[in-house]
């Protein structure tokens, strides 16, 4: 009988153990795939991983900041700044996890040169995200932009655009799917690396290694310290998980730890 308690009771506290829970919030790639292959090491800790695949860059933080999720994981500083700002919310950076450098992409031509007059280029929508689009444009010489401005920059912010091309704000998530209808199209590596394209290979101009665009892990300040979360953010910064980015990724995800 004392032998069954004794398994009883271990069974108990192995339970209670692991019924420690994350619900994070990504984007499929390469996001969700990194909190994936992490998964198995957190559950040896006692930690049960719940990774929940979004398509947009809105719902994983209101989720969040409204306690249905724990964290999420698809976003850079930029625009996380933003969206706090924008909604009020008070969302926290956990760890710096990787670099995404950002590409364009055309269907059409071979070369930034081969842009034709009045080609039509698409961006992101979103503040953070359109604005890094420009600043890339403007690294590539296709546009200038007036002095002064950043990461918040809009089309109303290009001072010359030699070859008059017309800029269209669209959803990130859509670009990839419009980009045989368009000259250029300014696309986040996940959803480029989704669409099967090879940033190193495909992208016609990108930014480089050294971009400060760094995706984080994402919390509240409420349980951005607890035990939980705090191995997560360990884990994601194992030699492990840079090994497996540099291997899988071959340079279109950059580790940033």
């Known amino acids: 009988m004392k032998k069954l308690f004794a398994a009883v009771a271990a069974f108990a506290a192995l339970s209670a153990h692991a019924s420690e829970q994350l619900n994070v919030a990504a984007t499929a790639v390469p996001h969700a795939e990194i909190l994936e292959f ?39 500083q930029p625009y996380l700044d933003e969206f706090n700002k924008s909604r009020r919310t008070d969302l926290v950076n956990v760890a710096g996890v990787h670099v995404e450098p950002f590409g364009a992409y055309s269907s059409k031509h071979k070369s930034l040169d081969e842009l034709p007059n009045g080609a039509t280029v698409v961006i992101p929508n979103d503040a953070t995200n359109g604005g890094r689009a420009l600043l890339l444009l403007a690294k590539a010489g296709v546009i200038t932009l007036k002095d002064g401005v950043g990461i918040t920059a809009t089309p109303k912010d290009i001072a010359q655009s030699p070859k008059n091309i017309k800029i269209r704000e669209l959803e990130a998530a ?19 690396l989704e669409a099967k394209l090879n940033p190193t290979e495909d992208a016609l101009f990108i930014e ?29 910064h194992s030699e492990q998980v840079r090994q497996f980015i540099e291997e899988k990724y071959k340079g279109a995800v950059v580790p940033a730890f």
């Open 38 to 76: 992490v998964k198995p090491v957190l559950a040896e800790q006692g930690v049960e991983l719940n990774v929940k695949v979004f398509t947009d860059y809105v719902q994983p933080n209101v989720q969040v900041a409204e306690k249905r999720l724990d964290a999420n994981f698809f976003q850079h």
């Open 174 to 192: 859509t670009l990839p799917r419009v980009l045989t209808q368009v000259d250029l199209a300014l696309i986040n590596t996940n959803y480029a």
């Open 208 to 236: 480089g290694s050294d971009s400060p665009y760094v995706n984080i892990l994402v919390s509240r300040s409420d349980n951005k310290d607890s035990d939980a979360m705090q191995k997560l953010a360990a884990a994601l």
